[in-house]
């Protein structure tokens, strides 16, 4: 038992490191895109939107694939495997002068992340005990706030310079997170027991109340996404400069580590993980609807701390919801699947959004993609009420 406790503890422990490093190699990079692209090189948002899509729907929709094969053949060499992919991703995207090389780019980055995403997300699932489950997913997103101000930060300022040393500095991170990987990550299976993909996938496939939660989750993703694309835009216009990116993000980082493990813990004491997660989805899309009304950069950071305050209720209640209803046979095949709210979702608000931001530009109706989106989380918000019904699923109270 006391080997078991220590090599749980190592094993959280490594991960905290390891999700701190990939994190802010991330962001060092995606959240510039939209700036370099349309606001420096004037491309149109529908182009570097179905760029940031590719991605997203590439990693997220194949996760269960990629999760299956985690299953069979342990988490290490995915994991290694995807971020070298996602390094190559970066290091090409230093070379994009056109659309189609940026689309490339972010495929080959979406493919990296499909490989190490799904076993990294079980890992975690394997590692913690149920009753710590919530907490640990709040100090993973304390330290989400933290690499991604960090990165955004460190990114803005290689921007100064020239986009291509943004890239450069992303696809460094990786290739530390892979060689990290490979030199102190134990061979961890994430399954209790090896089977083959197809039957992992089976599994999944097959249990239709977890399929229903993540598709309906496709609408918070529409929303959470946005923090790559059109936050940026709206807050860089509102303030003239591009550091103003990383404010965001420091403005989240704030928030998350002052109220995000209090938050969870309140979470764990008085409400059910469901109505922790419909509260979230109703903040973040109120404030959309109040960023079609604003016009001072002050306004907009008081909205984006009640957008930030959303995601700060929602994601931890909704990574614990998730990996209590994942049965331990296909552990990484679930987590994966669970991404493909994230890959519809996700690779949806980014196509969405840069249509619509092109569109509202040209029509001269700038506060019309805020008001498209909180309708579309407001009708997120009713097809989760319905689907949890009074009563909590068995698994989730168990998880709580």
């Known amino acids: 038992m006391a080997l078991l406790k220590r090599a749980r503890t190592l094993g959280k422990a490594f991960i905290l490191v390891d999700n701190l490093i990939v994190v802010f190699g991330f962001f060092m990079v995606f959240p510039l895109i939209s700036l370099h692209f349309v606001d420096q090189l004037g491309w149109t948002a529908a182009a570097v939107g179905f760029g940031l899509g590719l ?30 992919l996602r390094a190559a991703g970066f290091a090409a995207m230093t070379l994009a002068d056109s659309p189609w090389q940026l689309w490339l780019s972010c495929l080959l980055s979406g493919l990296g992340g499909t490989l190490f995403d799904p076993p990294r997300s079980a890992l975690v699932a394997k590692l913690t ?54 030199c102190l ?39 959470s996404v946005q923090i790559m694309l059109l936050l940026p835009i709206a807050i860089k216009q509102l303030t003239g400069t591009p550091q103003a990116v990383g404010w965001m ?41 109040c960023m079609a009304a604003v016009r001072q950069p002050l306004a907009a950071f ?9 995601t ?23 987590m994966g699947a669970s991404r493909l709210g994230l ?31 909180a309708a579309a989380g407001a009708l ?3 097809a989760l009420a319905r689907q949890f019904g009074p009563a909590a699923p068995r698994a989730a109270k168990q998880a709580a």
Not at 68 to 80: C, H
């Open 55 to 84: 991605r997203q729907f590439t990693q997220q929709g194949l996760g269960l694939f990629g999760g299956s094969l985690a299953d069979r053949f342990g988490a290490k060499p995915l994991i290694v495997a995807g971020m070298l």
């Open 129 to 182: 005990r149920p009753r710590e489950r919530n907490r640990f997913y709040s100090l993973l997103m304390m330290q989400d706030s933290a690499g991604a101000v960090g990165g955004a930060l460190f990114g803005s300022w290689l921007l100064q310079f020239d986009f291509r040393w943004v890239c450069l500095g992303g696809a460094a991170a990786f290739l530390a997170a892979a060689a990290a990987n490979a």
């Open 185 to 223: 990550l134990p061979d961890y299976r994430v399954a209790a027991r090896r089977a083959p993909a197809l039957a992992s996938i089976r599994t999944v496939l097959n249990d239709r109340r977890f399929l229903k939660l993540v598709l309906t989750l496709s609408g918070y993703y529409l929303l």
């Open 249 to 289: 993000y420091g403005l989240e980082t704030a928030l998350s580590l002052s109220l995000l493990y209090p938050l969870a813990r309140l979470g764990e004491r008085h409400f059910r993980l469901e109505t922790r997660v419909l509260a979230g989805i109703a903040l973040m899309s109120l404030s959309l609807a």
């Open 302 to 310: 008081v909205i984006l701390a009640v957008f930030f305050l959303g």
């Open 312 to 334: 700060l209720i929602t994601e931890p209640a909704r990574e614990t919801l998730v990996a209590s209803l994942a049965r331990p046979e296909a552990r990484a095949s679930y």
């Open 343 to 373: 890959a519809l979702g996700g690779g949806g608000g980014f196509l969405a959004g840069g249509w619509l931001y092109d569109f509202a530009q040209n029509q001269h109706q700038a506060g019309l993609p805020w008001l498209l989106l």
């Open 380 to 382: 997120t918000f009713i």
